[in-house]
């Protein structure tokens, strides 16, 4: 984290610099369904992130030394795009990406059934195509439901939201600059149903109290994310149902005729 | 133990025994292993220490080379971690470029140092924006018997605290090296203390035979004022909050039992 502090994240009256009060979450938009190639796909927008995620499978897996014979192997690939940054980022992956890559993988797999699909492969890709802090979480969303719309049993919908600390105080959903200016980001993810938290990460520096509240904070601002997920899943799913079920009464009726 | 993997019978008891608040080698579910602590064995390095943590040894070397700050730190010297699971550690290490658990090693025994400010970087700059120095740490597993990141963590630490930062003077933009060290400033000590999660128990100091069982590992690097500086999750289980807070607690109290091997005042 940069020592630069050029101007004031967050004014006298408790409001952020993007306008948002301290425990509010930036304004979060989710499709499903998106990509026509992939099992399953979604797309989040959470500020100014944009992230693609894609499933491929449960599928052969090549090379064949990978498979498991007991479950499924969960491959993820977390990848920024050259131009998601201000600096074009060099698309060959990073020591970061990777162990991004590593932690939204373990972040995930506890969700899924993978022992119904022995030797098989689930592929998850991640694009990021706009970074605007918090990638991971978002990431991890949107990876969930990307699964859920694969039609992978899961064992709950795991949900990520990140908390933190700026200029001395506890906040929800970091921005790329309460990111790098603040004094700690604490990435979670946790499956609410289960009360299972599956990713934490934290960098900065908290005191024992802090990091309670914080970790409270990120559990409220997961919830709140999971209530989203739900809504878009419904909203594509529920609504679909709907539409087949209203075709085949039309048709009933027109049988009747 | 010669066998990679502990038979399944040797699993289900050191999972049946952690049930009961028991370890296989005796110890109690909060104990670390017994921790040795030799500092300046490289000569040839600017600081180095070997750590042996149980039967878990690695050993770090830092080195220090003049470069270029980053443009967003213009003011400050850099800091550059480097993990190599080396072949001789384990039968399960392979020769090659790192993979995900060597660059997680050495990323996570990076925050800890770098977000406690542990190593005074406005005190390396040569010319600001120019030139300054940079900090490798290169941490070495010579061998795998489980917690390579608490093992590497307190090697880099005990490195750091043992390394010498040679005088200079700057002519005509060039550093020239005089006679004399002093050490290398520093003004926070990070310690990490990682935690295994078996069925819904949580012990300190996984060994090795113990992280193959484990369900989910969590790390935490407390500084030397007991806050939390720097933490990760890894393994596919999870944890929950109340476990994490349990965590915290023990780990600024073993933190700070740990610290005392190192930092003598």
Redesign the interface.
Known sequence: ????KTEKLIDENDVRIDGRKLDEMRPVKIEVGILSNADGSAYIEQGKNRILAAVYGPREIHPKHQALPDRAALRCRYHMAPFSVQERKSPAPS??E??L???IR?AL??SIFTEYYPRTAIDLFIEVLQADGGTRCAGITVAALALADAGIPMRDLVSSCAAGKVEGRLVLDLNDFEDKGGEAD?PIAY?PN???????????????EE??QV??MG?EGCKQISQLQKETLKSKYVVAKEAETEGEEETETEAEK | MSSIMAAKVRQKRIAQLIARGKRLDGREPNDCREVQIESGLIERAEGSARVRLGRTEVMVGVKIEAGEPFPDTPNEGVLTVNAELVPLASPTFEPGPPDENSIELARVVDRGIRESKAIVTEDLVVEPGKKVFIVFVDVYVLNHDGNLIDASALAALAALMNTKMFNYEVKEGEIKIKPGYKPLPMRNYPIAITFAKIGDKLIVDPWLEEEQVMDARLTMAVEKDGKICAMQKGGYGYFTAQQIFEASKIAQQKAEELRKLVVKE
């Open positions: 984290m940069s020592q630069k020591r970061r990777m162990e890559s590593k932690v373990e797999e506890p604490m499956m289960l009360n299972a938290i599956t990713l934490l990460q934290m960098d900065g520096m908290l005191t024992g990091f309670e970790l409270n559990l």
